[in-house]
């Protein structure tokens, strides 16, 4: 069951409420997404994409410029900086108090996000692994941290993937980063299993049979599963054709205590909260309902 108590991150001194979970709306711009329909590759497209992620109920957009699909290519540090300063130059005209999150591994890519445009968090898929000042640029940086589990990097994290035992592996790892990261003195942690990051699909949907498990944890948790191969591997269909069960996947996180989803399609998502919360007996504004038949 998810913990109905108020739970906050302050993002450059907002409150953000997790009281009921929040959809997080994935912008890309990157040219080579695993998901083709999320690549935003004009200024038009990012700026529309923007909209719709707020106009469907969005609480946090991800911008990112660095494919992190299995196998993709490497991209420079130049690179990643050019586009994201194109892309959140747009985000901050379409939509300035947008909550904004940044997706990098790269301590100096984060501080520019934060610096010249205001971003509000930093989700970092390889926990500090990739680069060894981003612990300490966040302290500096003052903003909450998604501490994410990878196993491997991006070109390799899919090769062979193994564990002694998934569920305490990651949360091994993840209360091992925690630690360093309040050592370090970052105060507002979030963290992510990082499924489909150097895991089996039998790996993932252990994970997600035991995502109660990561409240031991005491942060926030994010889940990631929307649109991924641990659906449309084992439906034998298609990045494209996997709403369903990405849908099915939330409402899943959602009865097992997640606090964010990342999200391709915000609609689906936000309804998909609105229905669990519900059924869970607190309406979406955290009053207390009583239900007849």
Do not use: W
Not at 99 to 110: K, N, P
Not at 133 to 153: E, I, S
Not at 229 to 243: A, F, H, Q, R
């Amino acid at each position: 069951m998810h913990n109905t108590s108020s739970r906050y991150i302050n993002a450059n001194g907002r409150l953000i409420d997790l009281s009921t979970p929040l959809i997080m709306g994935i912008l890309n711009l990157t040219p080579d997404s695993f998901y083709a329909a999320s690549r935003m590759q004009t200024d038009d497209s990012i700026a529309l994409r923007v909209r719709q992620i707020v106009d469907e109920g969005g609480g946090i957009i991800d911008v990112g410029a660095y494919s992190s699909r299995p196998g993709a290519a490497d991209v420079s540090p130049s690179e990643e900086m050019s586009r994201l300063r194109r892309g959140l130059s747009i985000v901050r005209r379409v939509c300035p108090e947008a909550v904004l999150s940044v997706d990098t591994f790269r301590a100096d890519v984060a501080r520019m996000c934060v610096e010249e445009f205001g971003v509000d968090i930093v989700n970092d898929i390889s926990a500090g692994a990739l680069d060894a000042d981003m612990f300490a640029t966040v302290a500096r940086l003052g903003v909450p941290y998604v501490l994410m589990h990878m196993q491997g990097t991006p070109q390799t994290m899919q090769a062979a993937p193994t564990y002694v035992d998934p569920v305490c592996d990651v949360l091994q790892f993840l209360a091992t980063k925690l630690q360093q990261l309040r050592e370090a003195g970052v105060c507002d942690i979030i963290v992510d299993p990082g499924f489909g990051f150097g895991k089996t699909l039998e790996d993932n949907y252990r994970l997600l049979a035991c995502l109660d498990d990561f409240r031991r944890l005491d942060a926030p948790l994010l889940v990631g599963v929307s649109r991924k191969s641990m659906i449309y591997k084992l439906l034998g269909c298609t990045p494209e054709e996997s709403l369903n069960g990405t849908t099915v996947l939330h409402t899943l996180s959602l009865c097992h205590g997640a606090d964010i989803l990342r999200v391709h399609d915000v609609r689906p998502a936000v309804e998909t909260v609105k229905i669990v919360s519900l059924y869970r007996g607190v309406s979406p504004e955290g009053a207390a309902v009583t239900l007849h038949n």
